[in-house]
């Protein structure tokens, strides 16, 4: 079962759109916590960026092989970056449309990172600069791709987002999704930057396919 932790009942409110089956409890309790949950989304509650890290790195001691998701009101790349380094293994705005939170769940459930479209973006960029310097600009092999997947995949590869990639190439959103999941399968990876990593290093690619 996902496990909310939010006092806030405006948030409440929109986190029970996407998982009605949920369970909310207002405050970290030992007693709350009981059993094991599938998920933990964390309010950020509006405390400081150091607190906050501080609470996840809590949740992930105490509740061992949970994925932490913190939601927050007012969402920036540099609390994005604290809870992400704290071990959390999404982030995402606390009015965000229910469809997206399941999303963020699906690709926390299957062991991937959910970050926002500009964190992505740097991310990204700064991963591919880093794997240019050390493997030379090398590529995976994409033969294994169709023609359509291989565009897609090149597209995210250079920090687009699913938008961004589908205006490119003149085709809808849920086209690039369903070519992008498969792009994931055939590569062995879980999210974007495991897949930017692949296409860049030939050796990790080959790794996971084999794997």
């Known amino acids: 079962m996902i496990v909310a932790i939010c006092p806030r ?4 409110a929109r986190w029970r759109q996407a998982f009605p089956e949920g369970r909310v409890i207002a405050a970290v309790a030992g007693a709350a916590l009981d059993g094991q949950p599938s998920q933990l989304w964390l309010h950020d509650g509006g405390i400081d960026e150091r607190a906050l890290a501080d609470r996840v ?3 992930i001691r105490s509740q061992p092989g949970v994925p932490v998701v913190v939601f ?4 920036n790349q540099q609390r994005a970056l604290r809870v992400l380094d704290a071990g959390a293994r999404g ?3 606390a009015l965000a449309a229910p469809e997206l939170m399941r999303q963020v769940a699906t690709v926390v459930a299957h062991g991937g990172l959910w970050i926002g479209p500009e964190l992505m973006k740097r991310m990204i960029g700064a991963v591919v600069s880093r794997l240019d310097r050390n493997v030379g600009g090398s590529r995976a092999d994409l033969s294994r791709l169709t023609p359509r997947e291989r565009a897609v995949a090149l597209e995210v590869s250079r920090g687009a987002t699913n938008k961004e990639a589908a205006r490119a190439l003149g085709i809808t959103e849920r086209t690039v999704k369903a070519h992008l999941a ?4 055939k590569f062995g990876v879980r999210d974007r930057l495991e897949l930017v990593i692949a296409l860049r290093d030939p050796v990790a690619a080959l790794a996971r396919s084999v794997a």
């Open 9 to 12: 009942a405006e948030f409440v």
């Open 57 to 59: 790195a809590l949740l």
């Open 72 to 75: 927050s009101a007012a969402p």
């Open 91 to 93: 982030f995402c705005h």
């Open 182 to 185: 498969a792009v994931f399968e």
